[in-house]
């Protein structure tokens, strides 16, 4: 399943379909808040919500608490926000560190929370803020149009809600809305992306690729010097180097991306000349 999403040649494309994790926290979210009806609004928040006097006595709260939402509105906001700039972000980095930051960021809406309220937390505000900010650090300029109609720049709108979720924190305008949440999870978010976390997953990938290249040998030296040098002759030479061109598009892809990014029928390239090369 491809992105709803992806930036390319400086502009944001979207086809409307949903990326793996996007779409099973949409349906998560939604069914938990149809269940929280049925079985009783008042049990489920009181066992599920985060509440810092009770962290020791329930300490599944800091997850839970995620998908939890007091009323629909605060339910479709938070949908709304996930389903447009969360599909861009699993498309580039991979459904498993995306999940993985989305749950971060809720952590942090958790932590910041523990420290200053002491009232029950409810809600994604944390996780999907973070998402949003994830969009405006890797796509700052891109056009969000506020209404359908006025565009603004993803770090701007990004910039304007942190604004507000400070002076309400501690302004004192509380107004039922966890402020300190979605601070905590844009502080989560910043702290994962400033100490480049996935920068070093990066450089581990890109060992692991050039450890991978001299275990599998696809085209040894020799080879790739007699066929650039003309001395293979025949039919076949021009889709040799044909060949020898796109394991080397290849290798440079897993060296930058790692393996996970390949498409299956880069897999199947790799496998076909591995295997030819290993029977000559």
């Not at 701007?156 to 949440?181: C, D, E, K, Q, T």
């Not at 978010?189 to 991978?212: C, E, F, N, P, V």
């Not at 003309?230 to 440079?252: F, K, M, P, Q």
């Amino acid at each position: 399943m491809r992105s709803a999403g992806y930036y390319r040649d400086g502009g944001m494309t979207f086809s409307y379909q949903l990326t793996p994790w996007v779409k099973r926290l949409l349906i998560a979210n939604t069914v938990v808040f149809a269940l929280t009806w049925v079985v009783g609004r008042e049990f489920v928040l009181d066992w599920f919500s985060f509440q810092p006097t009770k962290i020791l006595l329930r300490p599944w709260t800091p997850f839970t608490y995620m998908f939890l939402h007091g009323d629909f509105w605060h339910l479709f906001m938070n949908m709304l926000f996930l389903f447009f700039f969360g599909p861009p972000i699993e498309s580039k980095w991979g459904s498993r560190e995306f999940i993985q930051y989305y749950l971060v960021c809720g952590l942090g809406g958790v932590a910041l929370s523990f420290l200053f309220v002491t009232v029950p937390i409810i809600g994604a505000s944390a996780a999907v803020y973070g998402v949003m900010l994830a969009f405006a650090v890797v796509w700052p300029d891109a056009p969000i149009y506020v209404m359908g109609i006025f565009p603004v720049k993803a770090k701007w709108l990004v910039g304007f809600f942190v604004l507000i979720s400070f002076m309400n924190a501690f302004g004192g305008a509380g107004g039922g809305v966890a402020h300190f949440a979605h601070l905590g999870g844009f502080a989560a978010g910043l702290i994962y992306l400033k100490t480049d976390w996935r920068a070093s997953q990066a450089i581990k990938g890109i060992g692991k690729a050039a450890r991978a290249r001299r275990r599998f040998a696809i085209v040894p030296r020799e080879e790739r010097e007699a066929a650039t040098s003309g001395l293979h002759r025949g039919s076949d030479d021009g889709a040799e180097e044909t060949t020898l061109d796109a394991v080397d598009r290849v290798l440079d892809k897993i060296s930058a991306e790692g393996m996970a990014s390949l498409t299956e029928q880069e897999k199947q390239l790799l496998d076909q000349v591995s295997k030819k090369h290993r029977s000559n």
